[in-house]
């Protein structure tokens, strides 16, 4: 059975670089899916920040374009995200999630990790 | 941008009724289009994909339908596990969601 599980500090200074890291377990990050990551800021609703594919397919939401990026460590079974220069609005509940379809790069989200919460507070 | 729009807000509802979120695109979406489930402190759960495509596992009291720009999300008698946040999401360009629908009672 199909697990994730995020990872990661839950408290970040304004300015610097938060990193996330999702752990897959009960199937390979090779298995053909794109794997993704979506936040929910306390008491609001969901917004797509970015999804990957293990041999480095991206696509990130264009509003975060410039401060996010994906990674995966086939290694290890995990795939990381990092957003760069946060600020107060960034603090969330980060979810990793995968695709429901195989090599489909848009599309919906069927497991979901329990979400992790990170603040941006000095 | 694409733009999500749910409607109402907040929907207030007894067990046994039947009830409907409507969710619309700034722009045409085609079918791809996927309703989620969220309970407090929890992930959101797939109910629907391809606005009408039924989630392995989910009961068959949900339904959706709809293309283009308009779709919406049914259930045909509501439970009381049923009330929680309703989240749509399109997905034909990049991804975004709707900002949500409160099903209380």
């Known amino acids: 059975q199909l697990q994730l599980q995020e990872s990661g500090p839950g408290l970040v200074k304004p300015s610097e670089t938060l990193s996330l890291t999702c752990t897959v377990s009960g199937d390979s990050i090779k298995s053909a899916y794109y794997w993704g990551w979506i936040r929910q800021a306390p008491g609001m609703g969901l917004e797509w920040l970015g999804s990957t594919y293990y041999d480095g397919s991206r696509y990130y939401s264009p509003s975060l374009k410039n401060r996010v990026t994906t990674s995966v460590d086939t290694s290890k079974n995990q795939f990381s995200l990092r957003l760069f220069s946060v600020a107060a609005a960034d603090t969330a509940v980060y979810y990793c999630a995968r695709h429901l379809s195989p090599r489909a790069s848009r599309d919906a989200f069927d497991i979901w990790g329990p979400g992790t919460m990170v603040t941006v507070s000095s | 941008d694409i733009q999500m729009t749910q409607s109402p807000s907040t929907l207030s509802a007894s067990v046994g009724d039947r009830v409907t979120i409507t969710c619309r695109a700034s722009?045409?979406?085609?079918?791809?289009l996927a309703w989620y489930q969220q309970k407090p402190g929890k992930a959101p759960k797939l109910l629907i994909y391809?606005?009408?495509n039924l989630e392995s596992g989910v009961p068959s009291r949900f339904s959706g339908s709809g293309s283009g720009t308009e779709f919406t999300l049914t259930v045909s008698s509501l439970q009381a596990d049923d009330f929680a946040t309703y989240y749509c999401q399109q997905y034909d360009n990049y991804s975004t969601f709707g900002q949500g629908t409160k099903l209380e009672i």
């Open positions: 391809q606005a009408s």
């Open positions: 722009q045409s979406i085609g079918i791809w």
